[in-house]
Nanobody, 122 residues
Framework: QVQLVESGGGLVQPGGSLRLSCAAS????????MGWYRQAPGEQRELVAT???????NYADSDKGRFAISRDGAKNTIYLQMNSLKPEDTAVYYC????????????????WGLGTLVTVST
């Protein structure tokens, strides 16, 4: 059962913008820190950005100023607005949800979406 559903990937020219979405259940959205990772061909998966249940965001240094993560409580959805895209941003972007410590001790583990492909190319 897929609990995180991503959308919004696609082909964009360098300098363009895309907005990724990740929908979750109400429980996950309200309890888990959520975020985005990406994996380029032949590379390891790397952090893009995270956002806590309080709306505190954290970004990879390479994305600061270009990417913005946000959350919408009415839709149980997080977003990743990506601007000034570069060819090196090409990757599969994965939505991620990290349970709070009290749930981890009860056996809950992080969740991953299936990924959405972002291609930055002319």
């Amino acid at each position: 059962q897929v609990q995180l559903v991503e959308s919004g990937g696609g082909l964009v020219q360098p300098g363009g913008s895309l907005r990724l979405s990740c929908a979750a259940s109400r429980t996950i959205f309200s309890l888990y820190t959520m975020g985005w990772y990406r994996q380029a061909p032949g590379e390891q998966r790397e952090l893009v950005a995270t956002i806590s249940t309080r709306g505190i965001s954290n970004y990879a240094d390479s994305d600061k100023g270009r990417f913005a993560i946000s959350r919408d409580g009415a839709k149980n959805t997080i977003y990743l607005q990506m601007n000034s895209l570069k060819p090196e941003d090409t990757a599969v972007y994965y939505c991620y949800a990290d349970p709070p410590p009290e749930l981890r001790t009860s056996g809950y583990r992080e969740l991953w979406g299936l990924g959405t492909l972002v291609t930055v190319s002319t």
